[in-house]
């Protein structure tokens, strides 16, 4: 790998100039490598960071035949990396106006990166530096255990896809202190809540005895408060101080539940393990906003791209070469979801609503279709609003709150049905729908989602036993990747594992009444009876019962 | 055609006209109503298998929003992947890596890979990918897919309800399921039948033959001491010696007395010394002629042909391997009639259609062995592959043929690849049931029975039971 010329970085700092005239931010400082195709046999295994560590699974071809996007974070093939400084991959034999639109598009990226808050808990560190860090310690690891860091590797990569992302965001994104004391937080939080198990009427009155005891003395009102506690639950000192004591951060995720909680781990020698997990966790938090943002993030790149190119000066009689390009790439397939075509789309239509003030509640009131299309109060403000978009918004948020009838109509959007031709043995496409709610549930329901597994302490308490739930989603769990899962979850928790998830136990067409013949095939109407069960890992035998 | 679905229809009156239980009725009705014709749909190997480029409305109805990426949109940079080579070389550390998994207590990771991508004529080659999964607990879709339609965005005119376009069901190309990405560039490794051969051996302790019976000269020679020579050679032979010199001795009359012989005062000639020379021996070798059996039968559509064929690429990777490359293999295909195809391509892609007569595969099989005197050369195996089904349902035709094949081969494996639930076994299992020969002639023919949800797993545990030699409970 080597850095792009002096020449072409020219024509980079040139684009980051017009770039930031124009409104992006972004850390001046980038790195631009061309890149071989021998080196990305290095880098995609590698989900493009030079540094990360070396796992023997990056030699092999991995099948993905199922839920291939649901095995997320380790398949992500991008250009640009979200590290400090920013790094990018280029092929060595781009012309110069080619390039002009990619470094928009790259540095666009970037400004998403090192704005939009879903990226937050990326911005305090360079990745690529940690990665190295981990890599050596992992390395290190790898000399002194041979291949049972591997193992930890691989049994901390089968749940790292259950990281406690949001939980994570939204630990940073709250305010420091809410000014309480940590007796009143566990009096309110967990002990009327979890220990007590108060009803709410009781639990409202303490809230309004405590506000009364605070207004009547500010200085010594929660004193007061506690006084009369005392000889309500004469036990609350004691279980307070007991908390106080063995006080935990309740864990974000599994994994970190198994960092803190596992006997195996905690074990002198099983120490070691605990930073190969902590690697790999990281890893994958370091990856959830790319894939929750891909629509916005590349609909953004797109926007800038197109936008800046046009105004670019230096790239006066490219422009027909560059049409073609770029509707290779943001054009709207016929069939298809291409998020750089949906993603730039959105942008200018909501630009252009705000332009014309339509982000109003003045506008969202009136029903008459003329007026709406007339509609203008010359606001202008259209920029200014994607910008805070781009900041707050992920693609769910993105696509819910913005992608409506009149963009479906403005675009010709629908949404695209497959059936089975039995006879003559070929899947028809055909136009299913054209409501924007359908098109949105479609879309929303091909975003990235993996499952909701939460650990369950009641059920947990008996013989060490980990108790798992898969919260019902509508969704079922692949089979087959269950039995190894749960061994390297009993494997890293040191005693037996339970997972509590729900199956289909029949499924059929709707039957539509008063048609005598059930439903036509391909009738969306699907009756499914789920059924709850239960897995259990126990001396890596995996049995299944249903509940 | 018309000629021979007059035929079909004929077959399927007289066999009505015999009787059928409804059931079997409306099978056989159902493919006599498929339908089609046995071309190879698949362009011929090298051809360019890419999907059709931007101007196919559906390139792209398949792709996920996660599939595209910038280096391929807007660098023109495919995914990359380990050359052959180096795949080559890693693949004996994954398997060792796979064996040390087992010996700590863990499942095996490493798959061979599933490896069909055999070219026209070019037999013996198969394409390995060593691959593996990385298990996590991830939501399953498939089955919304099955039975509800697959979704996705679209643009521009139509009605609702207006069709915009279809593709094939089997996807064209030949691509062998699970290849990874597929089509996104050379990524294969390529390797030989033999190989897989002797991963499957070594990786997945299939037997080792005990007997196959050493049967044809070959042009091979080994260099033994076993011919003798007067004057020079490599090796003296004393005791061969010692007797011309007596010999020689006698006749010149020196011995008078044989009860006293006095060996210093022998006369020994240039000519007495016999020794051992090197010499060519021609050397006599077992090998080995498959016979692979498909119904391609209307009924075999998807799944059941694709195990079946996997499940022959296989076996006929473990023969290779057994046979030291001394393997010679013959395709054929059956549905009423059996025909004899040039090579695996064909066998493997030609498309199903007609009915079923599973007799007539056997048959042709007695006939090619009679006809070309294939037993005193060859050990002979026959593999079938087939959905179960069959036209003659007491299995009037299919046991004579078989018991006659019997008295000539080293091993009949018959596979019947289940669609659906089928309690009741099929009408091959059935009959082959009825007619006791898999407990009576276990040491020849045997019987795997696959479900629908087939792994890779399964399948090499079906040729285990295909070709061991131990006896297995029927």
């Given at each position: 790998m080597e850095l792009i010329d002096q020449h072409t970085k020219s024509i980079m700092e040139g684009c980051k100039r017009r770039a930031q005239d124009a409104g992006l931010r972004f850390q001046d400082e980038t790195l631009e490598y061309i890149v071989t195709n021998r080196d990305l046999l290095e880098l995609a295994p590698k989900v493009m960071i030079p540094t990360l560590y070396d796992y023997w699974v990056h030699d092999v071809e991995v099948l993905r035949e199922k839920g291939k996007y649901e095995?997320?974070?380790?398949?992500p093939y991008e250009t640009?990396?979200?590290?400090r400084p920013a790094i990018s991959f280029y092929n060595d034999n781009n012309p110069d106006w080619l390039n002009v639109m990619i470094f928009y598009h790259v540095l666009a990226h970037v400004d998403f990166f090192q704005n939009n808050l879903f990226f937050k808990h990326t911005w305090e560190y360079d990745f690529a530096g940690q990665a190295l860090s981990d890599k050596r310690i992992i390395a290190r690891l790898r000399a002194e255990k041979g291949r049972w860091v591997d193992y930890i590797i691989e049994f901390a990569r089968g749940v790292?896809?259950?990281?406690?992302y949001h939980s994570e965001l939204s630990q940073m994104s709250r305010p420091f202190d809410t000014g309480l004391s940590s007796q009143v937080n566990y009096y309110f939080d967990v002990f009327l809540q979890t220990e007590k198990r108060v009803k709410i009427n009781t639990y409202v009155q303490e809230i309004e005895r405590y506000n009364r005891c605070l207004a009547s003395d500010h200085r010594q009102g929660e004193k007061t408060f506690f006084a009369v506690v005392d000889k309500k639950y004469p036990e609350f000192k004691a279980v307070y101080g007991k908390y106080l004591a063995e006080r935990r951060v309740p864990p974000r995720d599994l994994m970190q539940f198994l960092l803190k909680n596992s006997p195996f781990l905690n074990k002198g020698q099983n120490k070691w393990m605990q930073a190969v997990i902590e690697v790999v966790r990281n890893t994958s938090l370091f990856f959830q906003p790319q894939i929750r943002t891909k629509i916005m993030n590349e609909g953004w790149a797109s926007y800038w791209h197109e936008t800046l190119f046009l105004q670019d000066d230096r790239i006066k009689g490219h422009e027909v070469d560059f049409a073609r390009v770029n509707s290779a790439v943001t054009a709207m397939p016929r069939v298809g979801m291409n998020p750089y075509a949906m993603g730039m789309r959105l942008f200018y239509y909501i630009e252009e609503l705000g332009n014309k003030g339509k982000h109003s509640i003045a506008f969202r009131q009136i029903r008459d279709a003329h007026q709406r299309k007339t509609f203008d109060l010359g606001t202008g403000d259209g920029r200014q609003f994607i910008f805070k978009l781009r900041e707050n918004l992920n693609d769910f948020l993105f696509i819910n709150a913005f992608l409506d009838q009149d963009f479906m109509n403005r675009h010709n959007l629908f949404v695209v049905g497959r059936r089975m031709n039995q006879e003559r043995m070929v899947w028809e496409y055909y136009v299913k729908s054209r409501k924007v709610e359908d098109y949105r549930k479609m879309l929303l329901d091909s975003l990235y989602h993996p499952p909701h597994i939460v650990i369950d302490p009641q059920k947990s308490e008996t013989n060490g036993t980990l108790y798992l739930d898969h919260r019902f989603e509508e969704k079922p769990l692949v089979k087959d990747y269950i039995a190894n899962t749960m061994l390297g979850i009993e494997f890293l928790w040191g005693s037996p594992v339970q997972l509590e998830t729900s199956e289909i136990e029949s499924i059929e067409p709707v039957k539509k009444d008063g048609?005598?013949?059930?439903?036509?095939?391909?009738?969306?109407?699907l009756d499914i009876k789920w059924r709850r069960v239960r897995y259990t890992m126990k001396d890596k035998k995996l049995t299944r019962e249903n509940l | 055609m018309g000629g021979m679905d007059d035929n079909l229809h004929r077959l399927f009156s007289a066999l009505k006209a015999r009787g059928l239980t409804p059931a079997q009725e409306q099978k056989f009705q159902a493919e006599l109503d498929a339908g089609g014709r046995h071309d190879t749909t698949h362009p011929p190997a090298?051809?360019?298998?890419?999907?059709?480029?931007?101007?196919?409305?559906?390139?792209?109805?398949?792709?996920?929003?996660?599939?595209?990426?910038d280096p391929d949109q807007?660098?023109?940079l495919a995914p990359a992947r380990p050359s052959y080579e180096v795949c080559l070389r890693s693949i004996d550390e994954l398997l060792e890596r796979d064996r040390l998994r087992e010996k700590d207590g863990f499942p095996r990771k490493i798959r061979v890979g599933r490896l069909i991508k055999p070219g026209r004529g070019t037999r013996g080659k198969v394409v390995v990918v060593p691959t593996t999964v990385e298990e996590k607990f991830v939501h399953d879709t498939s089955f919304k897919e099955s039975l509800e339609e697959g979704q996705t965005g679209g643009t521009g005119e139509g009605e609702e309800g207006e069709i915009i376009g279809e593709r094939p069901v089997r996807p064209e190309g030949g691509e062998g399921s699970g290849a990874g990405e597929g089509q996104s560039g050379p990524h294969e490794l390529e390797s030989n039948a033999y190989d897989l051969g002797k991963i499957l051996t070594e990786q997945f302790q299939l037997p080792n033959l005990k007997n196959k019976g050493k049967k044809r000269s070959l042009t091979r020679y080994t260099y033994e001491l076993t011919d003798k020579n007067r004057g020079f050679g490599q090796l003296l032979d004393k005791k061969a010696t010692l007797r011309r010199i007596l010999e020689t001795n006698l006749t010149l009359g020196r011995i008078s007395d044989v009860s006293d012989i006095d060996p210093s005062q022998f006369l020994i000639g240039p000519g007495d010394k016999v020794y051992r020379i090197l010499s060519r021996e021609k050397d006599f070798e077992s090998q080995a002629m498959v016979f692979f059996l498909r119904d391609y039968s209307a009924s075999m559509a998807g799944k059941p042909t694709e195990l079946v064929v996997a499940q022959h690429v296989l076996i006929y990777a473990w023969l290779l391997y057994q046979y030291e490359g001394q393997v010679e293999s013959r395709f054929i295909l059956h549905d009423t009639d059996a025909t004899e195809v040039e090579d695996f391509y064909t066998y493997y892609n030609s498309r199903v259609a007609g009915g079923t007569k599973v007799a007539s595969a056997f048959r042709l099989v007695n006939e090619i062995v009679e006809k070309e005197d294939l037993v005193r050369d060859y050990n002979i195996y026959v593999f079938h592959g087939t959905d179960g089904d069959d036209w003659d349902t007491e299995g009037d035709e299919s046991i004579p043929v078989i018991e006659q094949m019997l008295t000539y081969v080293n091993r009949v494996g018959i596979t019947i690849a289940q669609q659906g639930s089928g309690t009741d076994g099929t009408e091959v299992e059935k009959y082959l049931k009825k007619s006791g020969l898999l407990e009576k002639r276990q040491d020849l023919l045997r019987l795997d029975i696959l479900g629908e949800d087939t792994d890779e797993t399964r399948l090499i545990e079906g040729i285990r039971r295909l070709i061991s030699e131990e006896p297995i409970k029927v």
């Open positions: 095995l997320y974070p380790h398949n640009v990396i979200n590290t790292d896809n259950l990281v406690g048609d005598s013949n059930g439903a036509e095939p391909g009738s969306d109407e | 090298g051809a360019d298998t890419r999907p059709a480029g931007p101007h196919d409305p559906l390139a792209r109805a398949e792709w996920s929003l996660y599939r595209y990426t807007l660098l023109d």
